[in-house]
């Protein structure tokens, strides 16, 4: 059960009913489900009857064990389908950028590259290579990073994606171009949570960067804080990544 207390009691449960049958590929029982969420028969039996009724859950054995419904899959698929994904994930940026009063942006994988899909402007902006629409290499980018350490997370799928879209050019002197040093790189992002671009897409440009996952298992988007050398130092650096996984968990 949730440790906070939810505004509305019986949507509540509602939802950790559904979470719980989630959970459950093969169905669940009413017991079960009155043993994990700790909640009284009764009442489980008219919480599941509204959501059977309105498709969300589906029971297709009287007494038989609990599915989702069609229309929970259903909802989610339309939700995907149309998502606007600028407008989904604009709050987060003008947030990110007032906390950390430095310039953000958002990005997806198109290949090699990344595609910039929105970018709010720090008032002590710095003059960039990247614009909405625009794109830069996937490898030497903190937003290219944090999205190839989860959509290729073995070694050898990154040689892979090396070997399609390689050879990998040094844009700076810090560019990571060898395959081999870019997996154990990538796998080090996946430890920490978040990716760091340390003047390897422009010189002087430091940045740090997080997936975006919405309910996928590999990342829809990137987002990133950037910021000149001098206001990055290596603590600046660990505290705008915890703060934006933070971020980004609570509000996506």
């Known amino acids: 059960m949730a440790e906070t207390q939810s505004p509305v009691g019986s949507v509540d ?36 009857g509204a959501l059977k009724h309105r498709g969300f859950a589906a029971q297709p054995e009287p007494s038989g064990p609990y599915f989702l419904g069609t229309e929970m899959l259903a909802t989610a698929f339309r939700f995907y389908e149309t998502m606007d994904l600028r407008t989904l ?23 090699g590259e990344v595609v910039y899909l929105d970018k709010v402007e720090a008032v002590r902006s710095i003059t960039m290579t990247s614009v909405v629409g625009g794109r830069n290499a996937a490898h030497c980018t903190g937003v290219g990073k944090a999205l190839l350490a989860w ?13 399609r879209y390689g050879p990998l050019s040094a844009r700076t002197r810090n560019t990571i171009t060898n395959p081999a040093k870019l997996a154990v790189h990538l796998d080090q992002v996946r430890q920490r949570g978040y990716a760091l671009d340390l003047e390897e897409n422009e010189p002087g440009v430091r940045c740090v960067a997080a997936p975006v ?29 915890h703060g934006l996984r933070r971020a980004i968990s609570a509000q996506v």
């Open 151 to 163: 959509t290729y997370p073995t070694d050898e799928a990154v040689k892979a994606w090396a070997e």
């Open 89 to 111: 994930v604009r709050p987060l940026l003008l947030r990110l950028s007032e906390e950390f009063s430095e310039t953000v942006h958002m990005a997806m994988l198109d290949g």
């Open 13 to 48: 449960r509602a939802l950790l009913i559904l979470q719980e049958i989630g959970r459950h590929s093969r169905g669940v029982t009413l017991d079960e489900l009155a043993t994990r969420l700790r909640l009284p028969k009764s009442s489980l039996h008219r919480l599941l």
């Open 213 to 241: 996952f919405l309910g996928k298992t590999a990342p829809v988007a990137a987002v990133s804080v950037t910021a000149i050398k001098d206001r990055m130092s290596v603590a600046r650096l660990e505290e705008v990544g």
